[in-house]
């Protein structure tokens, strides 16, 4: 197998490495036949370097290529996954949640291509996941606790089909389930997700997630895309390890 993959700048999630929902989403293509992908990290992803693909049972590897020794970056398998037992909130209640969004000041990592405030439109995804609120806009701290944001799609997303390219896709379930678990700072360990249906950039997405309980340092969490209409477009499952801090940006 002589796959390669790069991981390009813009697609950051911590400041100087790949976001690991869109990273491993991208990879997840080169294994076409699985219905879902179980992709772990192993390392920070490297940005703008070729990155090789290795067969690995069932799977891939995913590995840098320097000629002073190779560094695991991912693996990926294919998994089962069942549907989440959770329902859209729909597009409004959404947006409640989303409002209240923390300011770039607050967030750990406002330059991520999916979830920073300080991404330009049609740069980053700008999902923004917030607690759940009643129409007044208060959290109800007896109601079973969910994110939700809604994402609207840029047409530069889409594919040749038309439709969302699947690493947006996988992005877009990512940051979610971290603001789901609020036990910053986290970074992303594994990720295994389903695509049941890829939509066009013309309608909003409404993005959820919810924790799933924690040992130790790892914390686990579910997120879900549905459409405006409320139909299950794609879910995921993630293990997420807190960490004492993220690595400050590269001077450059």
Known sequence: ??????????FNGPHDSGNGGYSAGLAAQLLPKALAVEATIRAPIPLDRTLRVHPAGDGIDIMTDDVSGRILIMSLQPTHLEAPNVQSPGLQAAQVAAHKFRDPDDHVLPHCFVCGPNRDVGDGLRIFADWLKDPSGIENPNAFRIVAAPWQPVPGLADSSGRIAPEYLWAALDC????????????LGRMSARIISRPTTDAPIVVVAWAKGHDRRKH?????????????????????????????????
């Open 1 to 10: 197998m002589t796959d390669t993959l790069t991981i390009a700048r813009r």
């Open 220 to 252: 686990f969490a579910g997120s879900a895309l549905f459409n405006e209409a409320g139909d299950l477009l794609a879910f995921s499952e993630q293990t997420w390890i807190q960490i004492n801090a993220h690595a400050p940006p590269k001077e450059i």
């Open 176 to 187: 979610p389930g971290a603001f789901a678990i609020d036990k910053e700072p986290i970074l």
